[in-house]
């Protein structure tokens, strides 16, 4: 429902959502999560009603993967991404993202997600 709200807000402002949707994780997901959730937005867009905001994803060095599955798979990807950035030397900033590739509808099989974790 969120994106759908999101999605409306743009539209109601003049502008047109784009792909791919996302969730922004800000920390690490515990008991509680604190996630934004968006589209790249397409258009002259200023002001947004509704509780809804334009915010800029960062530019940053990151490592990315594409988890090929049902999202109840996406823990065991965040799990073999953590260990190769670690693995590396680098550190996860704190923050995540998923782009979701695929629309969550047919076969759970073939759904993708592509992960993004910044690093430093």
Do not use: K
Not at 26 to 31: I, K
Request: no cysteine; proline share 10%; net charge negative.
């Amino acid at each position: 429902s969120a994106f759908s709200h999101v999605a409306g807000a743009v539209a109601d402002a003049g502008g047109e959502v784009g792909p791919p949707p996302f969730g922004w994780y800000h920390g690490m997901p515990t008991d509680t999560v604190d996630v934004s959730v968006g589209f790249p937005v397409v258009g002259d867009v200023h002001e947004l009603g509704g509780g809804v905001g334009l915010h800029e994803r960062p530019a940053v060095r990151a490592a990315v993967g594409v988890h090929v599955g049902p999202y109840d798979g996406l823990g065991a990807t965040y799990a073999r991404m953590e260990q190769w950035v670690a693995e590396q030397g680098l550190a996860p900033t704190g923050e995540m993202w998923e782009e979701y590739l695929s629309p969550p509808e047919g076969d759970p099989s073939t759904w993708r997600t592509r992960v993004v974790i910044p690093v430093q």
